[in-house]
């Protein structure tokens, strides 16, 4: 397996009346071709914004991208229009990130329209629609609906035809299921990883439901305050999870079995502010295991078993 994408130290940060927002904050991911990262944590932690910073459709602040080995950051806006057509994104509410005012047919002849392909071939673009139809399950007789008179499973099937048709290797899907009927969620689960299996595509997988990271994803990254706290293959990380943020937000998973429910672990603490954060563990305010030590250190990644990362100093005695 090689890998598809690669980013290190990368950073986003917001300018605002009160200083700048650290929305992402030196991230180190990587990425296999094929494979899916699943990107964790509560809302506001950085998840959107890292998605949009590794396809460069938000600048990063700093940092480096690369994709099959070449430097992103180092394209011009030519050449990045070009990489676009590999690198693809799928986003939450497909209602509000689809015209309302453009057919099925037009929303999905768009991105092959702005790229210019099937420019003068019409015959070729109506087969290449029907075929992407097919593919993500519409039926042919909504190819002239709107996106308003259909559900949100179809039109989040809009969203992936999108995506799709400009056969991308790379899909960062921001949260796709999360604003949908739990019925739905798993068609559009399941869409998505056969298509993975069909062309090999690999994802970054956002979300903040870890029932929904844990049927898709191959590696776990959860994020806090704009940085990664921990990061693991996911049978590891479910089984074996050591940062206090991992283990309070699986202990958050509502369990089905009401006899096997425990007490809720709830986070004490005040969350610290993503603006000129102070150096140090974003999460130490609300660690149950803090040392004043904590707020100075730096946040190095520690590998504790192969492929398990930690960023917490006292990750061995925690793991126990
Ligand atoms: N354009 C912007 N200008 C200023 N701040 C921003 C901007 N976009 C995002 N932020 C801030 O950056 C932080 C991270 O936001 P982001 O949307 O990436 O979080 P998220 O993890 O995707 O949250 P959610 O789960 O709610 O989607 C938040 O504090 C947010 O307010
Ligand atoms: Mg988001």
Not at 79 to 90: C, D, Y
Not at 128 to 149: F, Q
Not at 204 to 213: A, K, Q, R
Request: glycine letters at 8%.
């Amino acid at each position: 397996m090689s890998t598809l994408i690669e980013t290190q130290g990368l950073q986003k940060y917001f300018k605002t009346s009160k200083g700048f927002l650290h929305a992402v904050d030196g991230i180190d991911l990587k990425i296999e071709e094929g494979q899916t990262l699943g990107v964790v944590g509560e809302s506001g932690c950085g998840k959107s914004t890292l998605g949009r910073a590794v396809l460069r459709l938000q600048e990063p602040t700093a940092g480096k991208i690369f994709y099959e080995g070449r430097d992103l950051m180092a394209m011009n806006k030519a050449e990045m229009h070009h990489m676009r057509t590999e690198m693809q994104m799928i986003f939450q509410d497909p209602y509000s990130s689809l015209n309302p005012r453009m057919s099925i047919w037009e929303l999905i002849a768009e991105p092959m329209l702005i790229n210019n392909m099937y420019k003068s071939d019409k015959a070729g673009l109506n087969k290449r629609i029907e075929e992407l139809m097919d593919t993500v399950g519409l039926a042919k007789r909504l190819t002239h609906s709107y996106p308003h008179e259909l559900d949100g499973g179809r039109r989040q099937r809009i969203g992936v035809a999108r995506a799709l048709s400009l056969n991308p290797k790379f899909i960062v899907c921001d949260e796709p299921v999360s604003a949908l009927d739990v019925s739905i969620q798993a068609q559009i689960l399941n869409l998505l990883m056969d298509l993975q299996d069909e062309r090999g595509l690999t994802y970054m997988f956002i979300t903040h439901d870890l029932s929904v990271v844990k049927h898709i994803s191959n590696e776990i990254m959860v994020m806090y305050m704009g940085t990664c706290v921990e990061r693991a293959p996911k049978e590891e990380l479910f089984a074996h999870p050591v940062h206090p943020y991992t283990k309070a937000l699986l202990a958050a998973i509502p369990e089905p079995d009401i006899d096997k429910r425990g007490s809720l672990q709830v986070l004490k603490g005040e969350v610290s502010s993503p603006i000129n954060p102070a150096p140090g563990c974003r999460f130490a305010h609300r660690c149950p295991y803090a040392k004043p030590e904590c707020m100075g250190k730096d946040l190095t990644m520690h590998e504790i078993t192969p492929g398990h990362y930690v960023a917490c100093p006292y990750c061995q005695e925690l793991k126990g």
